[in-house]
Each structure stands twice: as structure tokens, then as C-alpha cells.
């Protein structure tokens, strides 16, 4: 039997790696990733399963995420710009919530800046629609939880920076269940 093995990763959340079985030796069941004209990645051939697929990638990394339901996950360099920079870049919209994450003084303007982006971008790799909002649902040491909303779905997206060996700092982002 073939299964879908998934697994997150963090200081904040202790989650089991749980199992989805797809398919049986015996199928001849092909599947392939391929892209809606608005980018979003599709696994054809696992429709009645109801398995969903995200990709991210940046200039050295690649990162897939699957499972059941809505799937949304980014990956990107932190990336050094102002404040000023920063809420131009995101938005006026998102500036209270840049803010409210900034006062807790634990984490850089850099840092927060790329978090935002990539929760934003996880969301709406989820929903498929551009209109989301993001807000704080817990925080633990460098690990943030945000309660997403769009198109009448409540979503989750878990945010933490990873570092690598020999290279810069990068925050990762994915949609996850909250238990």
C-alpha cells in the first residue's frame, strides 16, 4: 500500500506523523501534480480522496506539503527592508497586526515582515482567493499561530523560522489542524 506520511515539525506544537492510504499495490492508478490557471498545484488522480498539494520554493529550497483538505505552505529568505518598506509591501491592511507582533519586542522588523508575507502566502495558496485575514491565535517562543478567514473557510497557519547550515535565515509556513 502506498501512503501519504505527514509530519510538522516545531518547539511549539507535538503533533504524530499520521498515515493516509491512497492506494493499493495492485492500482495502476497514475498521479500527477498539475497547475489551475491560477498556479494552484492539483494531484490528478487522488480527486476521490480528497488529497490536496502545496509547493513552495525559493532560490536553494523546495517545499511540498499534502494531505487532506486545503493545503497552503511557504517558504522564504527573511529579508532585510524598513518598516516603511515592509507595510508597503504587505499593505495598509496588515500594519496593526505587523504591529501588534513587533510590541512583543522579541522578534526583528525583518523578521516579522517575512512571517506575515509567508502566512499570508500559505492562506492563500488554501483558499485559492486573494481577500484573507490573518489574526494571532497563540504564540510560543518563536512559533506563531494565526487564525486565518477567507471564502467561509477558517483556516490555521503555523509560522517559524529555520535555519540552515551555511545559509540565511528562512521562515516557514503551513496550514495546519489545530487540535
Known amino acids: 500500500m502506498t501512503t501519504l506520511v505527514k509530519t510538522v515539525k516545531s518547539k511549539a506544537v507535538k503533533t504524530k506523523a499520521t498515515s493516509i492510504p491512497l492506494f493499493n499495490a495492485e492500482s495502476q492508478k497514475q498521479v500527477q501534480i498539475k497547475w489551475l490557471d491560477s498556479g494552484k498545484p492539483i494531484l490528478e488522480g487522488l480527486e476521490s480522496q480528497q488529497v490536496e498539494v502545496s509547493l513552495s520554493h525559493d532560490d536553494r529550497f523546495c517545499l511540498c506539503v499534502a494531505g487532506i483538505g486545503p493545503q497552503?505552505?511557504?517558504?522564504?529568505?527573511?529579508?532585510?527592508?524598513s518598516k516603511?518598506?515592509?507595510?508597503?509591501?504587505?499593505?495598509?491592511?496588515?500594519?496593526?497586526?505587523?504591529n501588534q507582533i513587533l510590541?512583543?519586542?522579541?522578534?526583528?522588523?525583518?523578521?516579522?515582515?517575512?512571517?506575515?508575507?509567508?502566512?499570508?502566502?500559505?492562506?492563500?495558496?488554501?483558499v485559492d482567493v486573494k481577500d484573507i485575514t490573518l489574526s494571532i491565535d497563540s504564540q510560543l517562543e518563536d512559533?506563531?499561530?494565526?487564525?486565518?478567514?477567507?471564502?467561509?473557510?477558517e483556516l490555521y497557519v503555523m509560522t517559524f523560522p529555520v535555519s540552515f547550515t551555511?545559509?540565511?535565515q528562512r521562515m516557514f509556513a503551513t496550514i495546519v489542524n489545530k487540535k
Do not use: N, Q
Not at 516603511?84 to 505587523?98: C, G, H, N, P, V
Not at 510590541?103 to 488554501?126: I, N, P, Q, Y
Not at 512559533?143 to 473557510?153: D, I, Q
Open 72 to 81: 497552503g505552505c511557504d517558504i522564504v529568505p527573511v529579508s532585510h527592508r
Open 84 to 98: 516603511a518598506d515592509w507595510i508597503s509591501l504587505l499593505s495598509d491592511k496588515w500594519e496593526a497586526l505587523f
Open 103 to 126: 510590541a512583543t519586542g522579541s522578534e526583528s522588523v525583518d523578521v516579522v515582515g517575512t512571517r506575515l508575507w509567508s502566512a499570508m502566502e500559505a492562506m492563500r495558496k488554501a
Open 143 to 153: 512559533t506563531v499561530l494565526f487564525r486565518g478567514k477567507a471564502a467561509g473557510k
Open 166 to 168: 551555511k545559509d540565511s
